[in-house]
C-alpha cells in the first residue's frame, strides 16, 4: 500500500467518523427535547442492557470473520467465505436469541431489582426484541 492512499483512507475514516458523531450529537439533543429529563434517565437505565448484550452476542465476530475471510482469500478458496458468514451469522443469532428470551422474560425482575425502577419493564421488553436483529446485523 502506498503512502498516500493510507492517507487518504485514514482522512475518509474520520471524516466519517466526524460526521456520524455530529448526527448522534445532534439526535441526542432532539430526543432530550421529544422526551424530557425523565425519559433521558429512562433510556439512559435501558442503554447498558442493550451494550451488554450487543458485546455477548456479537463482539468480536466481525474481526474474527474479517480474518477467516481475508485467509480464505489468500488461498483462493472463495466458497468458504459464504459459508463463514453464514456460521457467524447463526451462531450471533442464536447467543441473541437466547439473551433476548432471558431478557424478555426475566424484565420484571431486571427492571426491580437490578435497576430499581418498575417503569422500564415494557422498555426492557420490547429491548429484548430487538436482540437477534441487531446481532444478524453486526
Known sequence: MSRKSIIKGAMILTLASLFTRVIGFGYRIWMSNLIGA???????????????????????????????TAAE??????????????????????????LSVGVYFFADYIAIAVLKDARIVTSLKILAVMFPFMAAGA
Open 73 to 98: 482469500n489468500a488461498k483462493r478458496e472463495y466458497g468458504n467465505m459464504g459459508l463463514i458468514l453464514k456460521q457467524s451469522v447463526l451462531i450471533s443469532s442464536c447467543i441473541a436469541l437466547v
Open 38 to 68: 425523565e425519559g433521558m434517565g429512562l433510556y439512559q437505565l435501558i442503554v447498558p442492557i442493550y451494550g451488554l448484550a450487543w458485546s455477548l452476542s456479537s463482539s468480536g465476530f466481525a474481526t474474527t470473520v474479517s480474518k477467516l
